[in-house]
């Protein structure tokens, strides 16, 4: 028997004096414990000091002890494949000896400390961990029993998986027998760690738990009503991930779960309330929902109402008391990181502008900086996902509320009235359509109600039914209501100029070209709020400003509008260094500006165009330095060179061709060619999109690189990563144009695999009709390398273009299919019919596009024979019939 570690007097003091000084608030103090701790990992035996200082020194204060074991968590994080074999012996016996302390935060620190070391990989190694924890469940000591139990809650939650794998014999199917025993112990913090175990390995369908899984329900609804809080809490999350994995096991007793549900929702525990609203969310999205919730409408209706007041609390921390403070400085910690989306590019459609994936902007997000999550927040996202379920005979019970609610005496009782009215604004849109009339205008007066919550909640409702403002003549409710949000976006309360400016760059969204009457009174407003703003709502403002450059475009391009826009702007871009994030922001309203203003840019163009140059070359130095010496680098945040590329794309998309001389004096070529080939997919994506800006600005400058370029863009046309392939494709398309019959030797590397694309099933929309554009393009500058392969695209070429709008681009791609059918007509006569539909789909053809479409036509029908084509075309539904006869006389 070796014998027992003793720590050295002098050592333990001095460790002690550390413990002392690290609960010091002062920095500096904080600092050189810091540097102190760092130097006595050096020593083998510090780590038994750590320890027996939490398990044996009882002579010292708790929150001491526990520092003690917490330091010694992040040693184990940090270094433990260095422990010596002894130390880490003696911590894990140590350990298991003291789960039972009397104190609660030792156990829970001790806890703490086997879940670090089992995490770490350790589980395999200490094999008598999980069979001594489990057999300390049986204590007839509570202490022991619970801290037991809290080391095992810690284990499955941060080893879930490896506890079901073959790696350790599967010990699940003894744990999850032993906790469904507890289920019904005596201590309420004991039945609350069970239930939290057996959690743990719902969503993974764990085996062990789905043989037991009836068992498991039944001690559920044992414990529904609980005295204990935090038992009916893990409860309620047990039954909300049984609903999205074992849905077959609940419907049975499903009408009384809803039941249940109903009340926890109105639980006096608000933390309760809000795992029984996440009940409600999980079922919306469940195919059953209307079948088993429609007889429960009327009362989950005004439940959830209910839940979305803001609680006392919530007006505490919201300071909603404080209705001016426009003045105080933002806390640097409340701004939370933005999210660049790089440049994708898309076609436009029949309609107007270009279809986008649906924009999340415009989710309840009106108090974002408290606890992110609560009953008001899901309340409200529980109402909005059943208005999407039950459309407008959701109506039928939120009405009746509705008028007692918006025109409710009480501030708190209003608002949430009219945060219901935006919250069922998608679902119930066509039921509300009659009521909009006299809605808008009291909730455009609500937009000067006296508190700032009020009029916050407004701006976020009324954007919510912005679209059906836009269809109404403008000057009954698309005036007032741009006149006041303007106001609002100078209000003097944050929260209010913040929704405001959300709020109104939605309506512009839906606006577009109508705001353009009101640019001066528009502009007026934005360029004020600059001088006005605090730095988080800034930030906010330029995205306003990017969005109403992206709604009018080229009516931006007045001289008097450029002067007020502009100097502000500049001024920004003077003051920001190049390593500050708000960067991200003032580039992406600038490539907006930009494109809006062609012409009118130039002024700016160069100091602009020159940052963007280095903002790249500096990022891409330091990701090289990073690479070659990682520990004295660290990584770049490459964001900045995306959005450099996507400004530069913006730059060159409205210049033209008189980028020319910045790219001819500046190595953009060079840096582009690195970004071609970065890790980073999203730098690929921008990268090819400003490929083929600056092709179609000035060729002259790409040209000596293509034979560079196209195996890159070859390599990069995989489906799996859509946004990189999308533009890969499109940038290809663009050179062949510039490029002609030399584009030759380069069809071999990219045309297998553009065909591969554009028959694969599930390929999204924009990707489908680039690519049939970049195919028609290389048919049409090399026609005799393409057309073979005509048989193996024809369909689908025909089906993804047959939506897209009259251009440029589609012209292109249609001379091509023209071209490749006169080189290999047989490889049409199979899918004529397909080629009718999508020639059909032109509304106005050039003239020489339309001859060929005439050519074709007739010589296939000359072909066949009269008798066969009318056979052939008595298929046609009429509208393509008449289309085919009106334009084509066939």
């Given at each position: 028997?070796?014998?027992?570690?003793?720590?050295?007097?002098?050592?333990?003091?001095?460790?002690?004096?550390?413990?002392?000084?690290?609960?010091?608030?002062?920095t500096?103090?904080?600092?050189?414990?810091?540097?102190?701790?760092?130097?006595?990992?050096?020593?083998?035996?510090?780590?038994?000091?750590?320890?027996?200082?939490?398990?044996?020194?009882?002579?010292?204060?708790?929150?001491?002890?526990?520092?003690?074991?917490?330091?010694?968590?992040?040693?184990?994080?940090?270094?433990?494949?260095?422990?010596?074999n002894?130390?880490?012996?003696?911590?894990?016996?140590?350990?298991?000896q003291?789960?039972?302390?009397?104190?609660?935060?030792?156990?829970?620190?001790?806890?703490?400390?086997?879940?670090?070391?089992?995490?770490?990989?350790?589980?395999?190694?200490?094999?008598?961990?999980?069979?001594?924890?489990c057999?300390?469940?049986?204590?007839?000591?509570?202490?022991?029993?619970?801290?037991?139990?809290?080391a095992?809650?810690?284990?499955c939650?941060?080893?879930?998986?490896?506890?079901?794998?073959?790696?350790?014999?599967?010990?699940?199917?003894?744990?999850?027998?032993k906790f469904?025993?507890?289920?019904?112990?005596?201590?309420?913090?004991?039945?609350?760690?069970?239930?939290?175990?057996?959690?743990?390995?719902?969503?993974?369908?764990?085996?062990?738990?789905?043989?037991?899984?009836?068992?498991?329900?039944?001690?559920l609804?044992?414990?529904?009503?609980?005295?204990?809080?935090?038992?009916?809490?893990?409860?309620?999350?047990?039954?909300?991930?049984?609903?999205?994995?074992?849905?077959?096991r609940?419907?049975?007793?499903m009408?009384?779960?809803?039941?249940?549900?109903l009340?926890?929702?109105?639980?006096?525990?608000?933390?309760?309330?809000?795992?029984a609203?996440?009940?409600?969310?999980?079922?919306?999205?469940?195919?059953?929902?209307?079948?088993?919730?429609?007889?429960?409408?009327?009362?989950?209706t005004?439940?959830?109402?209910?839940?979305?007041?803001?609680s006392?609390?919530?007006?505490?921390?919201?300071?909603?008391?404080?209705?001016?403070?426009?003045?105080i400085?933002?806390?640097?910690?409340?701004?939370?990181?933005?999210?660049?989306?790089?440049?994708?590019?898309?076609?436009?459609?029949?309609?107007?502008?270009?279809?986008?994936?649906?924009?999340?902007?415009?989710?309840?997000?009106?108090?974002d900086?408290?606890?992110?999550?609560?009953?008001?927040?899901?309340?409200?996202?529980?109402?909005?996902?059943?208005?999407?379920?039950?459309?407008?005979?959701?109506?039928?019970?939120?009405?009746?509320?509705?008028?007692?609610?918006?025109?409710?005496?009480?501030?708190?009782?209003?608002?949430?009235g009219?945060?219901?009215l935006?919250a069922?604004?998608?679902?119930?849109?066509?039921?509300m359509?009659?009521?909009?009339?006299?809605?808008?205008?009291?909730?455009?007066?609500?937009?000067?109600?006296?508190?700032?919550?009020v009029?916050?909640?407004?701006?976020?409702?009324?954007?919510?039914?912005?679209?059906?403002?836009?269809?109404?003549?403008?000057?009954?409710?698309?005036?007032?209501?741009?006149?006041?949000?303007?106001?609002?976006?100078?209000?003097?309360?944050?929260?209010?100029?913040?929704?405001?400016c959300?709020?109104?760059?939605?309506?512009?969204?839906?606006?577009?070209t109508?705001?353009?009457?009101?640019?001066?009174?528009?502009?007026?407003?934005?360029?004020?709020a600059?001088?006005?703003?605090?730095?988080?709502?800034?930030?906010?403002?330029?995205?306003?400003?990017?969005?109403?450059?992206?709604?009018?475009g080229?009516?931006?391009?007045?001289?008097?509008?450029?002067?007020?826009?502009?100097?502000?702007?500049?001024?920004?871009?003077?003051?920001?260094?190049?390593?500050?994030?708000?960067?991200?922001?003032?580039?992406?309203?600038?490539?907006?500006v930009?494109?809006?203003?062609?012409?009118?840019?130039?002024?700016?163009c160069?100091?602009?165009?020159?940052?963007?140059v280095?903002l790249?070359q500096?990022?891409?130095?330091?990701?090289?330095?990073?690479?070659?010496?990682?520990?004295q680098y660290?990584?770049?945040?490459?964001?900045?060179?995306?959005?450099?590329?996507?400004?530069l794309?913006?730059?060159?998309?409205?210049?033209?061709?008189?980028?020319?001389?910045?790219?001819?004096?500046?190595?953009?070529?060079?840096?582009?060619?690195?970004?071609?080939?970065?890790?980073?997919?999203?730098?690929?994506?921008?990268?090819?999109?400003?490929?083929?800006?600056?092709t179609?600005?000035?060729?002259?400058?790409?040209?000596?690189?293509?034979?560079d370029?196209m195996?890159?863009?070859?390599?990069?046309?995989?489906?799996e990563?859509?946004?990189?392939?999308?533009?890969?494709?499109?940038a290809?398309?663009?050179?062949?144009i510039?490029?002609?019959?030399e584009?030759?030797?380069?069809?071999?590397?990219?045309l297998?695999?553009l065909?591969?694309?554009?028959?694969?099933?599930?390929?999204?929309?924009?990707?489908?009709?680039?690519?049939?554009?970049?195919?028609?393009?290389?048919?049409?500058?090399?026609?005799q390398?393409?057309?073979p392969?005509?048989?193996?695209?024809?369909r689908?070429?025909c089906?993804?273009?047959?939506?897209?709008?009259d251009?440029e681009?589609?012209?292109?791609?249609?001379?091509?299919?023209?071209?490749?059918?006169?080189?290999?007509?047989?490889?049409?006569?199979?899918?004529?019919?397909?080629?009718c539909?999508?020639?059909?789909?032109?509304?106005?053809?050039?003239?020489?596009?339309r001859?060929?479409f005439?050519?074709?036509?007739?010589?296939?029908?000359?072909?066949?024979?009269?008798d066969?084509?009318?056979?052939?075309?008595?298929?046609?539904?009429?509208?393509?019939?008449?289309?085919l006869?009106t334009?084509?006389?066939?």
């Amino acid at each position: 028997m070796e014998c027992e570690w003793k720590p050295d007097e002098q050592g333990l003091q001095q460790i002690l004096q550390l413990l002392k000084e690290s609960q010091s608030p002062d920095t500096s103090t904080q600092r050189s414990v810091q540097q102190r701790l760092e130097q006595l990992n050096q020593y083998p035996d510090f780590n038994n000091y750590l320890i027996f200082v939490l398990t044996k020194l009882k002579s010292e204060d708790e929150p001491t002890r526990s520092l003690s074991g917490l330091i010694l968590k992040n040693n184990v994080k940090a270094h433990y494949q260095n422990f010596p074999n002894g130390v880490s012996d003696f911590i894990k016996s140590e350990c298991l000896q003291n789960i039972g302390d009397s104190s609660p935060l030792i156990r829970a620190t001790v806890g703490i400390l086997i879940t670090t070391i089992a995490s770490k990989g350790e589980l395999q190694n200490w094999p008598e961990l999980l069979p001594k924890l489990c057999q300390l469940l049986d204590s007839e000591d509570y202490n022991t029993c619970e801290g037991a139990f809290g080391a095992l809650q810690k284990i499955c939650e941060d080893s879930a998986e490896i506890l079901d794998s073959d790696m350790l014999d599967r010990p699940l199917n003894i744990m999850i027998p032993k906790f469904l025993q507890f289920f019904k112990h005596s201590s309420p913090k004991i039945r609350s760690h069970a239930i939290a175990c057996v959690n743990q390995f719902i969503i993974s369908r764990t085996q062990a738990l789905m043989l037991h899984i009836d068992p498991f329900i039944e001690n559920l609804f044992a414990l529904a009503t609980d005295d204990e809080p935090e038992v009916r809490k893990n409860v309620c999350r047990a039954l909300v991930m049984l609903l999205e994995v074992r849905l077959d096991r609940l419907l049975p007793h499903m009408h009384n779960i809803i039941e249940y549900m109903l009340q926890r929702t109105q639980d006096q525990d608000e933390n309760v309330a809000l795992e029984a609203c996440e009940f409600w969310l999980t079922l919306a999205e469940q195919p059953v929902c209307k079948e088993v919730l429609c007889g429960h409408l009327s009362q989950l209706t005004p439940v959830l109402v209910n839940g979305m007041k803001y609680s006392e609390i919530d007006i505490i921390l919201l300071k909603g008391d404080i209705e001016e403070d426009e003045a105080i400085p933002d806390n640097e910690q409340d701004i939370r990181p933005r999210f660049h989306r790089s440049r994708t590019v898309a076609q436009q459609h029949e309609g107007d502008g270009i279809e986008e994936e649906e924009d999340e902007d415009d989710e309840l997000d009106d108090d974002d900086t408290i606890s992110d999550w609560n009953l008001r927040k899901c309340s409200a996202a529980a109402l909005d996902v059943l208005a999407n379920v039950f459309r407008d005979d959701l109506l039928l019970h939120i009405l009746p509320l509705l008028k007692e609610l918006l025109f409710h005496p009480e501030w708190v009782v209003k608002e949430s009235g009219i945060l219901v009215l935006g919250a069922i604004a998608e679902g119930c849109m066509q039921g509300m359509i009659p009521y909009l009339p006299e809605l808008i205008p009291h909730l455009i007066q609500c937009l000067s109600d006296k508190k700032a919550l009020v009029r916050s909640i407004t701006c976020w409702t009324l954007s919510r039914y912005a679209h059906w403002v836009v269809s109404q003549p403008p000057d009954i409710y698309l005036k007032p209501l741009m006149t006041e949000l303007l106001k609002r976006i100078l209000d003097s309360n944050k929260r209010v100029q913040e929704a405001a400016c959300s709020a109104f760059a939605t309506l512009e969204e839906e606006a577009c070209t109508e705001l353009v009457p009101y640019l001066a009174f528009i502009l007026d407003t934005l360029v004020f709020a600059f001088s006005k703003y605090q730095h988080k709502n800034l930030l906010i403002l330029y995205d306003a400003i990017g969005t109403l450059a992206d709604s009018v475009g080229h009516h931006l391009n007045k001289p008097e509008y450029i002067q007020m826009l502009m100097p502000p702007l500049i001024q920004k871009w003077n003051q920001l260094k190049d390593e500050d994030k708000d960067l991200f922001p003032l580039l992406e309203c600038l490539s907006s500006v930009a494109t809006a203003l062609q012409s009118g840019f130039l002024p700016y163009c160069e100091p602009v165009y020159q940052r963007c140059v280095n903002l790249v070359q500096k990022t891409l130095a330091q990701a090289m330095l990073h690479q070659s010496q990682p520990d004295q680098y660290e990584a770049p945040d490459k964001d900045f060179m995306i959005v450099a590329l996507d400004l530069l794309s913006g730059l060159a998309e409205g210049l033209g061709g008189t980028i020319e001389q910045l790219v001819a004096r500046s190595n953009i070529l060079t840096l582009m060619y690195q970004c071609m080939q970065d890790k980073m997919p999203e730098v690929r994506q921008s990268s090819f999109a400003l490929l083929g800006d600056l092709t179609k600005a000035c060729f002259q400058h790409v040209k000596p690189c293509i034979a560079d370029f196209m195996p890159i863009l070859g390599t990069n046309l995989n489906p799996e990563l859509i946004s990189v392939c999308n533009n890969a494709t499109w940038a290809i398309g663009e050179i062949s144009i510039q490029m002609g019959s030399e584009m030759q030797p380069y069809i071999a590397m990219v045309l297998h695999q553009l065909v591969e694309i554009i028959n694969r099933p599930n390929t999204p929309k924009t990707l489908l009709e680039n690519t049939a554009i970049t195919i028609g393009r290389l048919g049409y500058v090399c026609p005799q390398e393409v057309a073979p392969m005509l048989q193996q695209f024809i369909r689908p070429w025909c089906t993804s273009l047959r939506n897209i709008r009259d251009n440029e681009e589609k012209d292109s791609a249609f001379r091509g299919i023209c071209t490749m059918i006169s080189v290999n007509p047989g490889g049409v006569v199979q899918d004529f019919i397909f080629f009718c539909d999508a020639v059909a789909s032109w509304v106005n053809p050039k003239d020489d596009l339309r001859d060929m479409f005439y050519k074709i036509l007739h010589g296939f029908k000359n072909q066949v024979g009269e008798d066969n084509w009318r056979r052939f075309s008595d298929q046609f539904p009429m509208p393509l019939k008449e289309r085919l006869a009106t334009f084509y006389g066939v």
